[in-house]
T-cell receptor, first 116, second 115 residues
Framework: AQSVTQPDIHITVSEGASLELRCNYS??????LFWYVQSPGQGLQLLLK??????LVQGIKGFEAEFKRSQSSFNLRKPSVHWSDAAEYFC??????????????FGTGTQLKVEL | ETGVTQTPRHLVMGMTNKKSLKCEQH?????MYWYKQSAKKPLELMFV???????ENNSVPSRFSPECPNSSHLFLHLHTLQPEDSALYLC??????????????FGPGTRLTVL
């Protein structure tokens, strides 16, 4: 069965500093990977996704992620963090459902705090 | 309205009450999902409907009863809940092409408190 590990529960960075959030996955075939962000009291917003092709994917809000098959990783990065990036970030791997749609397996999330 | 909407945003209910959560998607999708998000636990997939048929039921207690009358609307009927059912309930929608690439889009959630 697939699984996702986000080893960092909390991360604190200063505004303007670079950011890297770690995500490791376990999946038997080519993984389809997603990063979502959740602001307090809100739903999940899709940041970016990797399906195939270029292993460096660009997302919204200046985020990018790099797929590394050899390390089973899909780490999220941002070169310069803004205070508004404070939120919880979730990595997920997708699997198909026979009847249609897909099933996302999520990590436990990383809570990002930004110091001004 | 755009995207995925959920009502109510907050709900407080007693253990003997019956209430319903509503989700509506305006994205032209035909798969809809219910998730439960509890503190310190990963998001849990509860139910999946594809083309108005239930295709996934993750061993959810019978006190949660989903309903999908059409591809744009999804309900979660609640009765005789327990305090441990207090959580954020998230709805999502996607295309239903049976591909792992079907991307899910989420609503803002309903914060449920069971007293």
């Amino acid at each position: 069965a697939q699984s996702v590990t986000q080893p960092d529960i909390h991360i604190t960075v200063s505004e303007g500093a670079s950011l890297e959030l770690r995500c490791n996955y376990s999946y038997g075939a080519t993984p389809y990977l997603f990063w979502y962000v959740q602001s307090p009291g809100q739903g999940l917003q899709l940041l970016l996704k990797y399906f195939s092709g270029d292993t460096l994917v660009q997302g919204i809000k200046g985020f990018e992620a790099e797929f590394k098959r050899s390390q089973s990783s899909f780490n999220l990065r941002k070169p310069s963090v803004h205070w508004s990036d404070a939120a919880e970030y979730f990595c997920a791997v997708g699997d198909r459902l026979t009847g249609g749609g897909n099933k996302l397996t999520f990590g436990t999330g990383t809570q990002l705090k930004v110091e001004l | 309205e755009t995207g995925v909407t959920q009502t109510p945003r907050h709900l407080v209910m007693g253990m003997t009450n019956k209430k319903s959560l509503k989700c509506e998607q305006h994205l032209g999708h035909n798969a809809m999902y219910w998730y439960k998000q509890s503190a310190k636990k990963p998001l849990e997939l509860m139910f999946v409907y594809s083309l108005e048929e239930r295709v996934e039921n993750n061993s959810v207690p019978s006190r949660f009863s989903p309903e999908c009358p059409n591809s744009s609307h999804l309900f979660l009927h609640l009765h005789t809940l327990q305090p441990e059912d207090s959580a954020l309930y998230l709805c999502a929608s996607s295309q239903a092409r049976g591909r792992r690439t079907d991307t899910q889009y989420f609503g803002p959630g309903t914060r449920l408190t069971v007293l």
